[in-house]
């Protein structure tokens, strides 16, 4: 991912007022596993840190929904897809890495 794709952040501020892009991302689980609901909670934290109100998340079960899943061709879980802004980027774990999850939604953190 070039440096151009990517929205800076500093440590304690959201994305500039500028720079707002709406994030559409789609967290694909498997019920109320730990793994599940660890990804919730991080992925929730990082969005509300660092995306404030600019981001539509959609937490999709697996086993109620499986349609979707199949669509989406989904391979391992839990898995974040980043729709929008940009090209779609595929996140897979528990998103406890935060650096991790900010590089592939295209953030990077000024220090």
């Known amino acids: 991912m070039s440096e151009q794709d990517q929205f800076p952040l500093s440590d304690n ?21 730990p793994n599940s609901s660890r990804a919730i909670s991080n992925l929730k934290d990082i969005c509300e840190t660092h995306l404030k109100d600019n981001y539509d998340l959609e937490i999709i079960d697996v086993y109620q929904q499986p349609l979707i899943a199949k669509q989406e061709q ?21 998103m406890s890495n935060t650096n991790k999850v900010l590089k592939g939604l295209g953030l990077y953190i000024e220090n």
């Open 13 to 33: 501020q959201s994305m500039d007022d500028e720079r707002q892009h709406e994030f559409q991302l789609r967290l694909f689980i498997t019920g109320a596993s």
């Open 74 to 94: 989904i391979i391992a879980l839990p898995l974040l897809i980043k729709k929008a802004p940009g090209i779609e980027r595929r996140l897979i774990g528990d």
